[in-house]
């Protein structure tokens, strides 16, 4: 519990705050650059949060106290989460108290929550979006404990910092298992951040919406946590990402310096893994509803076998 | 980078247990010809590999000739056949994805559990992936049972195919030239007169719905 | 000039040859020609063998030896009198639309490198070269299944290449397994996977890997013996082809397959030591025995009846060789020739009777006697032999394989029984009224080729009756190649 580690949690819980929304908006403006579009701009996230927190929030009559309750521990789980990825070093003192399952836990405590909210007000659509949301809940779960198993596996720990820390400083060496788990991860997070193909985060057609049903009712303050949220759970995905497959870069403890090379690591790796996913939107349709089990069932599926070939080739 | 090379041939290996899952879950017929190509490239790049770093030249011939026959042309006589027939789609499949891809794990399980006490003896570098290619074949043959179009199922014996010479590539450094020779005879021969079937059964059925197959059974009279 | 290239130049020359000619009349005789050249090279290799003993040709790809070589000469023997019973049964097949010019040439062409392969398969001494045999005789049989074009031999084509490219497939995989085996004793080289070489040293090879092999091995090349559960593809397949291809398929093709599971249990026998590839066999068998012989009763096509017979006396040949030891093995040997011998002039009545009739179809054939008498009793006493009514060579064999079962195996011979048993009524029950009876069917245009059937049933008799010293002492001494008992 070092000065510098409780710094250095500092920095990482601000920079998730900080730097969430100018993800989404990198990976926005990606996606209008490659579809030929003109983009409003990488800043835009935080014009609409600014314009959101000024507002009047309106609320149904029947609201229960779980519907204003829901975006401030929505939010919370997610800043609680992105604290405990080692996104900028390992040394967070707030890491031993969760691990890996326990990431997974959280997500799943958002979720549950915002499910609730969704249905809590009885329109139609929440009830919709709340129920296609727990149906990729369901299967994403499982994919992604299986993905982190595998990287326990490997590095004998489900702590986080722990296996970001033993995968950084191996010898580069070429995981078969990590290259299924590393698949089964994209996947899972398309799903989990609804992006296509799972759901497109643009649309509101009825037909097609999973996240943004569940938060149509909310304004003003409630929305921008919501969305707020989002683009920390997109981060907290990303940087979970980048800490199991490309661990380079991250600072250790009692280091300094390597603070202030890790962030611009970080940022770089962000921007380039923003580019790709919106590459890949671009690139792909978003498939229909009853086929995202499939789809969630391939991630879940090849991380298992992920698993598999670790103890099959004896990798460790 | 010798020290690379075994790592390097299994993730070759998991590349190819992959391919042969995702081969599984396509219902396009165009992206399965396309995997099943890549999968034999991902072969080819594995016997490539040992083949230099063990000084086998049998390996160089043996990736040669499947790099002619199974990425080359295979493939492109694939693509023809389909364009004449004029099949794109594989819509119905004996049961749905999601338990094909369960039976999926089981049969990997049961590859892997076999082949455990052989691979152990093996002596080669790549003696390790011997579960995993003899996870291919099964797979392969689930979906050569489970499909209901005839290509899919040419596939899938093709697709077999890979995972024996892979087989063969990671525990005995390729079997000897002339019986390789005679296999990749027989696969050619093999798939020309698939081919060739595959226009009859159209011609007779007007489809290659395997369900038109069916008609033989022991009471009919 | 070693007369092993004439056994298998032969029919690989009328292969060709017959490609370029097989449609014009005469390619009827000269395939006819072609099996009887094939026949005589095998005699001469015979007598070689029985004179000299086992020998290599070039350089040890390829061995000769007692249980091969009456195998060899077994295969070119039926061949030939296949090739005489198909002229004028294709002549009929022809006349009445079922043949084209352009598929008589696909017919005659792939019928001699069919004898090809089987015999590539018999001679070589490579276990490799064994598999592409195998494989080569699938594809050529594939052809041959389907040469009618009709729905129906589409499907029972498509199938069999299915389910045997898979079963082979595993066969494959069993082969390498085998030369890693191998490779660990000898060293990686095309000389490892000689059978000659491996025998040598059977008992230097890992028992986990063998083991293992043997499974593949056995499923694989066993898929192609007709061994349940794995048979499905055999009933279609040899009942939808020519009859000319089904008396092949059910005599000869079934044979090669199970050459092929011995060689491999003599190595695994000496690699393992314990039973289990014996036991893994006597099970196959038992289970095709006697789910044959429920099959069969409930059949209403001649020849898919038949096919299930095949299917039961292969399940009753791989008990035989499971239990092991010298009268087992004899037995084994015996039942092969028996059962080629006089199925495949089963096939021959029998496709005659179904040109006459029309139909495959056992209910709507009746009163051969009176129309062709040479064809009802033809087809009566085959059915009597089959059925293994003594004097017959298949009362000997399977009279052998009983009482073995009886003395070691006692648990298996209710089973045993009770497959035979239910065969035999169901055969006897369908032939008879084929055989007796009125008839409405007319006589064909053209004489058919009974000499074969007698020839094949007369065979089957004299060893039943006696069989001749040497050939005993070749069945002995092949049967004392295989293997030691338990």
Redesign the interface.
């Known amino acids: 519990m070092s000065a510098l580690g409780v710094f250095s949690q500092f920095l990482a819980l601000l920079l998730a705050l900080l730097l969430a929304p100018l993800l989404t908006g990198w990976v926005n403006q990606c996606r209008h650059w490659m579809q030929n579009k003109s983009a409003p701009g990488v800043l835009q996230p935080y014009r609409a949060l600014h314009k959101l927190f000024h507002k009047d929030s309106v609320m149904a009559e029947h609201a229960s106290p779980l519907y204003r309750f829901a975006p401030y521990l929505v939010f919370s789980c997610m800043l609680l989460a992105s604290a405990i990825i080692p996104t900028l070093s390992t040394d967070l003192p707030l890491s031993p108290a969760a691990d890996a399952i326990a990431l997974v836990g959280l997500f799943a405590l958002a979720r549950v929550f915002i499910s609730l909210a969704a249905m809590d007000v009885g329109t139609a659509f929440g009830t919709l979006g709340a129920r296609r949301e727990m149906l990729v809940g369901f299967l994403a779960e499982p994919a992604l404990l299986m993905v982190l198993f595998c990287a326990s596996m490997i590095t004998g720990s489900t702590s986080l910092t722990a296996i970001v820390e033993t995968l950084a400083h191996r010898d580069f060496a070429i995981y078969p298992s990590m290259l299924l788990a590393g698949v089964a991860f994209t996947m899972v997070s398309l799903a989990e951040n609804a992006r296509v193909p799972v759901d497109n985060p643009d649309t509101h057609l009825e037909l097609t919406m999973i996240h943004e049903a569940m938060i149509l009712e909310y304004s003003a303050r409630h929305l921008a946590l919501m969305e707020w949220a989002a683009s920390l759970k997109l981060f907290a995905y990303s940087c979970a990402g980048l800490a199991l497959f490309f661990p380079w870069g991250v600072a250790e403890a009692n280091s300094p310096l390597a603070l202030l090379l890790a962030l611009p690591v970080l940022l770089l790796k962000l921007a380039i893994g923003g580019a790709l996913l919106a590459a890949f939107e671009t690139a792909s349709a978003k498939m229909r509803v009853f086929r995202v089990p499939e789809f969630l069932g391939t991630a879940f599926l090849m991380a298992v076998i992920g698993l598999l070939v670790n103890v099959l080739l004896g990798v460790g | 980078m010798i020290k690379?090379v075994p790592?390097?041939v299994?993730?070759l290996?998991?590349?190819i247990?992959?391919l042969s899952?995702a081969m599984i879950?396509q219902r396009r017929i165009v992206t399965l010809i396309n995997l099943f190509m890549i999968q034999g490239a991902a072969l080819v790049a594995a016997s490539f590999l040992l083949g230099y770093v063990t000084n086998q030249p049998d390996l160089y011939v043996s990736g040669a000739l499947t790099l002619v026959l199974k990425v080359i042309f295979i493939p492109w006589m694939l693509h023809r056949v389909i364009r004449k027939l004029n099949v794109r789609w594989d819509v119905e499949t004996l049961f749905?994805?999601?338990t094909t891809?369960?039976v999926?794990?089981g049969l990997?399980?049961l590859a892997?559990s076999?082949a455990?006490?052989?691979?152990k003896?093996?002596?080669t570098l790549a003696g390790?992936?011997l579960?995993?290619a003899?996870a291919c074949?099964l797979l392969s043959?689930m979906m050569?049972i489970t499909r209901s179009k005839?290509v899919p199922?040419v596939i899938g014996?093709l697709s077999?195919?890979n995972g024996?010479i892979f087989?063969?590539t990671a525990?005995?450094?390729g079997?000897?030239?002339?019986?390789e020779f005679?296999?990749a005879?027989?696969v050619l021969?093999?798939v020309l007169?698939?081919g060739v079937?595959m226009f009859?059964?159209r011609e007779?059925?007007d489809s290659l719905d395997?369900h038109?197959?069916?008609?033989?059974k022991?009471?009919?009279? | 000039m070693n007369v092993l290239l004439f056994v298998l130049g032969f029919p690989l020359l009328g292969g060709v040859a017959l490609a370029l000619v097989g449609h014009k009349t005469y390619a009827r005789d000269v395939n006819v020609l072609f099996s009887l050249g094939t026949f005589v090279a095998a005699c001469v290799m015979t007598a070689q063998v029985i004179n000299d003993g086992p020998f290599f040709v070039w350089g040890n790809q390829f061995f000769i030896d007692p249980l091969n070589v009456f195998l060899v000469t077994l295969t070119a023997f039926v061949g030939m009198t296949t090739s005489i019973f198909s002229r004028p049964y294709m002549r009929v097949e022809q006349d009445h639309g079922k043949m084209t010019p352009p598929r008589m040439r696909l017919y005659h062409s792939m019928y001699q490198l069919f004898s090809f392969t089987m015999l590539l398969g018999f001679t070589t001494n490579n276990l490799g070269i064994v598999w592409v045999a195998m494989e080569a005789a699938t594809l050529t049989t594939v052809l041959l299944v389907s040469v009618y074009r009709t729905p129906s031999s589409l499907e029972a084509a498509w199938k069999y290449f299915i389910l045997c490219g898979v079963g082979i497939a595993q066969a494959l995989f069993g082969t390498i397994l085998v030369y890693m085996a191998a490779d660990k004793v000898l060293g990686a080289e095309s000389a490892t996977l000689l059978w000659t070489n491996l025998s040598a040293i059977k008992g230097e090879l890992d028992s986990t890997i063998m083991s293992l092999a043997f499974v593949f091995l056995l499923v694989g090349y066993g898929t192609k013996i007709g061994l349940v559960p794995m048979h499905s593809w055999l009933p279609d397949a040899h009942a939808e082809g020519p009859t000319p291809v089904s008396a092949v398929l059910s005599g000869l093709l079934l044979n090669v397959a199970m050459y092929s599971v011995l060689r491999f249990k003599v190595l695994t026998d000496g690699a393992v030591g314990t039973q289990v590839a014996g036991q893994l066999m006597m099970g196959f068998g038992l289970l095709s025995v006697v789910v044959a012989a429920f099959f069969l009763s409930r059949q209403k096509d001649v020849k898919r009846m038949f096919s299930y017979s095949s299917i039961e006396h292969m399940g009753l040949i791989t008990f035989a060789f499971g239990m092991g030891g010298p009268i087992a093995n004899f037995a084994g040997l015996l039942h092969m020739t028996v059962h080629s011998l006089v199925k495949s002039a089963i096939f021959f009545t029998v496709g005659h009777a179904t040109q006459k009739a029309g139909t495959q179809v056992m209910s709507e054939i009746r009163g051969l006697i009176k129309v062709n008498p040479t064809v009802g009793w033809g087809l009566m006493l085959g059915a009597m032999a089959i059925v293994g009514m003594p004097p017959f060579g298949v009362f000997a064999s399977e009279f052998l394989i009983l009482t073995t079962a009886m003395r070691e195996h006692p648990w298996a011979t209710p089973f045993l029984f009770m497959g035979l048993g239910v065969t035999f009524a169901s055969i006897l029950l369908r032939v008879l009224p084929m055989v007796f009876g009125d008839t409405t069917l007319k006589p064909l245009a053209h004489p058919p080729a009974l000499i074969p059937v007698f020839v094949h049933m007369a065979l089957g008799l004299v060893l039943g009756l006696s069989i001749p010293p040497y050939l005993n002492g070749w069945y002995v001494q092949a049967a004392a190649m295989m293997g030691a008992a338990p």
């Open positions: 690379f790592q390097l299994n993730l290996a998991t590349i247990l992959l899952f879950a749905n994805i999601p891809m369960l999926g794990i990997v399980i892997f076999l455990a006490p052989v691979a003896l093996s002596e390790g992936s579960g995993i003899l074949i043959f050569m005839a199922q014996f077999m195919e024996l087989a063969a525990v005995t450094n079997m000897p030239m002339i019986v005679g296999v005879l027989d021969v093999g007169i698939l079937f009859q059964i007779k059925f395997i038109n197959l069916e008609t033989l022991d009471d009919r009279s």
